[in-house]
């Protein structure tokens, strides 16, 4: 039998189980998979971005992995178009990798060794790019800004937090997760093929609502967010706050959530009525959009009351 002949068998087989409901069949992503370009229309260049570091505390540690993929999609429908160029380097940190760090990703102090990354084809890469996707942008954006200052200026959204995978009926947003919901399968945790994975998923629609993955980050995206910081709160109320999504910092001593700008209002007179007795509260909050969001920097300051 012909290489050929047995895989078409093989994914005849893989239909067969696939369209019975006690089984659900994962296929291996092919990485060198084209999908057709798109015509028409408000099309736009888009990047993903996924790093691998020594650790995870950007102050500390460094980047050691950069994989970038641009890609082209529609801005008014989020369909995803071709893979335009990929990119995928390694940098020597100038200081030895932690092992548990090796144990995650892989990468090895040899591996690095005398290695850079090539800046003139991530800055070729990033030229008209209108949105720039990490699946945790708030863990790589503050690591690949201070070694390419390019990042800095752009739009950036985050696959993680402004998809509501819930709302799919998804419960885990991990990558690999998401990607076994969505019917496929990969070898991750390294920077270019989870770049590769995460486009896959995007290209995916959201539930049924008619659109696509991509399409709900984008609309997300677009909108200003803000951070509110819950001031003079009792912390004793620790299980109410965590129920709420809010999150504790320690130097601030405060309260904190993020969530969409149109919600601040609501969650005040939440505030006013449950924590703050019905006392009338003037709340900070900082203001973010798609250029500022995930950089680790203080947002445009305002206040809300209720």
């Keep these: 039998m012909s290489t050929k002949a047995g895989k078409s068998d093989l994914e005849s087989m893989a239909a067969r189980l696939d369209a019975h409901s006690d089984y659900q069949v994962l296929r291996r992503l092919d990485p060198a998979r084209q999908h057709p370009g798109l015509s028409g229309g408000a099309i736009s260049r888009a990047v993903i971005v996924d790093t691998e570091t020594t650790g995870m505390d950007p102050k500390s ?175 004793e109320s620790k299980d109410l706050w965590k129920a709420r999504a809010y999150r504790w910092e320690p130097e601030r001593k405060t309260w904190y959530r993020d969530l969409p700008k149109d919600e601040a209002k609501t969650e005040v007179a939440w505030l006013k009525a449950e924590i703050f007795g019905g006392r009338s509260v003037a709340l900070n909050m900082e203001v973010f959009n798609a250029r500022t969001r995930y950089a680790g920097r203080e947002g445009r300051q305002e206040t809300v009351r209720a």
């Design 61 to 235: 540690d460094e980047l050691i992995e950069i994989g970038l993929v641009a890609f082209e999609y529609s801005r008014e429908t989020g369909e995803i178009g071709r893979v335009l160029e990929t990119y995928n380097g390694l940098e020597d940190p100038g200081m030895p990798i932690p092992p548990e760090s090796t144990a995650v990703h892989g990468i090895t102090d040899q591996m690095v060794s005398g290695q850079r990354f090539d800046d003139d084809a991530v800055s070729r890469m990033l030229e008209g790019v209108a949105i720039v996707i990490a699946h945790n942008a708030g863990f790589d954006r503050p690591f690949v800004e201070p070694r390419f200052e390019r990042f800095a200026s752009l739009a950036w959204g985050c696959s993680w937090q402004e998809i509501p995978w819930e709302e799919a009926g998804i419960s885990s947003a991990k990558l690999e997760y998401l990607a076994y919901r969505h019917g496929f399968f990969f070898e991750g945790h390294r920077a270019e093929i989870d770049c590769l994975a995460l486009l896959e998923v995007l290209r995916r629609p959201f539930g049924d609502t008619g659109k696509t993955n991509l399409k709900v980050l984008l609309d997300s995206a677009r909108k200003p967010s803000v951070r509110l910081w819950a001031s003079n709160s009792p912390f």
